[in-house]
């Protein structure tokens, strides 16, 4: 067991990372002992075959060495233990700003565990998947409906993914035309996916400058956009929580040279239901449903990131598109301009299930509802925080806002993320976006109560109390977790990827 040192303050020990019996779990590695066995495999039904004659030598991995051996009992306590370290949307409150990490209401998990659905191969013939086919072809109204585009398709299997596709189909959509341009415009504050999509189509990406309220500039945009630009990505709301209220003329700008308007749908559930980004003269846009529609998220998983375009980029589309003829549902894969699959079969149902459920739960007046909470959610922390934090950029907030630690000097804002663990909430966003410096991004969603909030907004401001007057408590934080401060620099440039026993590491 680990001995836990005291708290720096008294109200730490109310909170969720209390100290307790808390077990200090090791590797799997580390567990067991020879001759152990969870489970009896029965005899072999067919004659046995040495694996060397099956596939070539270097096919083959070698024997893992010192490999565990377990009972069953080990494996399920060593699992079960480790799921109680869990931090989850299900345990408290998660203001990870730009990530929308909302409450995933059980309704949705339980029409996505159905039988028909959860046990509905992806192979099996389109007269026996009427039921599943009529689902996506509903859920891609609904979200065509939500956001104001033409089409959308369901296949990306994540918002980068989603990106991705996008950015091809304009790649596609200039090379029709015999020229293909070779730039892509990004906003200084642009999701680090962004350009990464753009130079996987073969785009350099040139940015774009903030102006002084946080938004982007007009005047250089003029400067910049010209007849080799394929397109602009940008994001509305933009990752400081503010909307793009020159939207109309940068879209105006962008098509008067023949470029395309990209935007990165991550921060919809600040806008949905409220307004339309097709209105805006978007020609692409992916939903991220692990997000705005309530998929729970983070881990690399799991994830859908549907894409909605322009009819003039409906040629393009991935394969297999979802299509109703009188009545009837098929998958429609003749389509000679396609861009390809993105994703095998038809992307990550489960999340399409969950997404589904959400909207029709909600219906469009709840929809409008989610964002008007979300942002009102977000303004209330603002509200409350803007005279103990500094915001570098002031201006009106939509989903999030974005502080940072020049006011808690010589505390950092990675001590105040660490101290916020000691008091029960995990940290924010930080370091993000990269025009603030130490940056603090905070996103409450509109599944926060105001009493949740209140706790939060009372930690922040008992650690600006601790900053200014013992600066050394908040930097030895946190120290009721069962880690406190990794090098993580260390971990990412060093990385230990095969446990190695401790004599010979």
């Given at each position: 067991m680990n001995e836990t040192p005291p708290p720096s303050t008294a109200s730490q020990t109310t909170g969720v990372g209390a100290p307790g019996l808390i077990s200090n779990e090791p590797l799997l590695f580390e567990l067991g002992s020879p001759g152990r066995q969870a489970y009896s495999l029965p005899p072999l039904d067919v004659p046995e075959v040495e694996l060397e004659t099956l596939l070539p030598p270097d096919e083959i991995r070698p024997p893992i060495e010192e490999f565990p051996e377990l009972g069953e009992l080990d494996v399920v306590r060593h699992f079960?233990?480790?799921?109680?370290w869990n931090f989850s949307i299900d345990t408290n409150f998660y203001p990870l700003g730009s990530c929308t990490m909302k409450y995933n209401p059980k309704i949705n998990e339980t029409l996505a565990r159905k039988p028909g659905f959860a046990g509905h191969h992806p192979l099996a013939p389109e007269s026996l998947s009427q039921g599943s086919l009529e689902l996506m072809f509903?859920?891609?109204?609904?979200?065509?409906?939500?956001?104001?585009?033409d089409h959308v398709h369901l296949q990306p299997a994540a918002g980068a993914q989603g990106e991705f596709a996008g950015m091809l189909m304009i790649h596609a959509y200039h090379s029709a035309r015999g020229r293909p341009r070779k730039k892509v415009l990004l906003p200084d504050s642009a999701h680090g996916t962004n350009p990464a999509s753009a130079t996987l189509c073969g785009y350099s990406a040139v940015q774009i400058p903030s102006d002084r309220d946080g938004l982007i500039d007009i005047d250089r945009l003029r400067e910049v956009m010209d007849e080799d630009t394929a397109a602009i990505m940008l994001t509305n709301p933009n990752t400081l929580g503010m909307f793009e209220k020159n939207i109309l003329e940068i879209t105006s700008i962008v098509h008067g040279k023949g470029g395309?308007?990209?935007?990165d749908g991550a921060n919809m559930n600040a806008i949905m239901g409220v307004t339309k980004l097709g209105r805006m003269g978007i020609d692409v846009l992916h939903f991220n449903l692990h997000k705005t529609f309530s998929t729970p998220h983070g881990g690399g998983g799991p994830g859908a990131g549907p894409v909605g375009i322009s009819d003039k980029l409906a040629p393009y589309l991935p394969v297999p598109v979802v299509v109703k003829k009188e009545g009837r549902l098929s998958l429609d894969h003749d389509r000679p301009e396609s861009i390809g699959k993105v994703k095998a079969f038809y992307g990550n149902f489960g999340i399409l299930l969950r997404a589904y459920a959400y909207i029709r739960s909600l219906g469009p007046e709840g929809i409008r509802k989610i964002s008007e909470a979300a942002v009102l959610n977000a303004n209330y922390l603002k509200a409350s925080l803007k005279d103990t934090y500094h915001l570098p950029y002031p201006g009106p907030?939509?989903?999030?806002?974005?502080?940072n630690d020049k006011l808690q000097h010589p505390a950092t804002t990675m001590d105040i993320a660490k101290s916020?663990?000691?008091?029960?909430?995990h940290p924010p966003t930080i370091y993000f976006p990269l025009i603030v410096k130490s940056a603090l991004m905070v996103e409450p969603t509109e599944s926060e109560s105001r009493e949740t909030l209140d706790r939060f907004v009372e930690a922040l401001l008992e650690i600006d109390r601790v900053a200014k007057t013992a600066p050394e408590q908040v930097h030895d934080t946190p120290r009721l977790a069962k880690v406190s401060r990794p090098d993580e620099a260390g971990a990412a440039r060093r990385p230990i990827l095969r446990w190695r026993p401790a004599e010979s590491a």
């Amino acid at each position: 067991m680990n001995e836990t040192p005291p708290p720096s303050t008294a109200s730490q020990t109310t909170g969720v990372g209390a100290p307790g019996l808390i077990s200090n779990e090791p590797l799997l590695f580390e567990l067991g002992s020879p001759g152990r066995q969870a489970y009896s495999l029965p005899p072999l039904d067919v004659p046995e075959v040495e694996l060397e004659t099956l596939l070539p030598p270097d096919e083959i991995r070698p024997p893992i060495e010192e490999f565990p051996e377990l009972g069953e009992l080990d494996v399920v306590r060593h699992f079960t233990r480790l799921s109680q370290w869990n931090f989850s949307i299900d345990t408290n409150f998660y203001p990870l700003g730009s990530c929308t990490m909302k409450y995933n209401p059980k309704i949705n998990e339980t029409l996505a565990r159905k039988p028909g659905f959860a046990g509905h191969h992806p192979l099996a013939p389109e007269s026996l998947s009427q039921g599943s086919l009529e689902l996506m072809f509903d859920l891609q109204e609904y979200l065509k409906e939500i956001s104001g585009m033409d089409h959308v398709h369901l296949q990306p299997a994540a918002g980068a993914q989603g990106e991705f596709a996008g950015m091809l189909m304009i790649h596609a959509y200039h090379s029709a035309r015999g020229r293909p341009r070779k730039k892509v415009l990004l906003p200084d504050s642009a999701h680090g996916t962004n350009p990464a999509s753009a130079t996987l189509c073969g785009y350099s990406a040139v940015q774009i400058p903030s102006d002084r309220d946080g938004l982007i500039d007009i005047d250089r945009l003029r400067e910049v956009m010209d007849e080799d630009t394929a397109a602009i990505m940008l994001t509305n709301p933009n990752t400081l929580g503010m909307f793009e209220k020159n939207i109309l003329e940068i879209t105006s700008i962008v098509h008067g040279k023949g470029g395309l308007v990209y935007c990165d749908g991550a921060n919809m559930n600040a806008i949905m239901g409220v307004t339309k980004l097709g209105r805006m003269g978007i020609d692409v846009l992916h939903f991220n449903l692990h997000k705005t529609f309530s998929t729970p998220h983070g881990g690399g998983g799991p994830g859908a990131g549907p894409v909605g375009i322009s009819d003039k980029l409906a040629p393009y589309l991935p394969v297999p598109v979802v299509v109703k003829k009188e009545g009837r549902l098929s998958l429609d894969h003749d389509r000679p301009e396609s861009i390809g699959k993105v994703k095998a079969f038809y992307g990550n149902f489960g999340i399409l299930l969950r997404a589904y459920a959400y909207i029709r739960s909600l219906g469009p007046e709840g929809i409008r509802k989610i964002s008007e909470a979300a942002v009102l959610n977000a303004n209330y922390l603002k509200a409350s925080l803007k005279d103990t934090y500094h915001l570098p950029y002031p201006g009106p907030s939509l989903h999030e806002c974005v502080f940072n630690d020049k006011l808690q000097h010589p505390a950092t804002t990675m001590d105040i993320a660490k101290s916020l663990i000691d008091r029960g909430f995990h940290p924010p966003t930080i370091y993000f976006p990269l025009i603030v410096k130490s940056a603090l991004m905070v996103e409450p969603t509109e599944s926060e109560s105001r009493e949740t909030l209140d706790r939060f907004v009372e930690a922040l401001l008992e650690i600006d109390r601790v900053a200014k007057t013992a600066p050394e408590q908040v930097h030895d934080t946190p120290r009721l977790a069962k880690v406190s401060r990794p090098d993580e620099a260390g971990a990412a440039r060093r990385p230990i990827l095969r446990w190695r026993p401790a004599e010979s590491a």
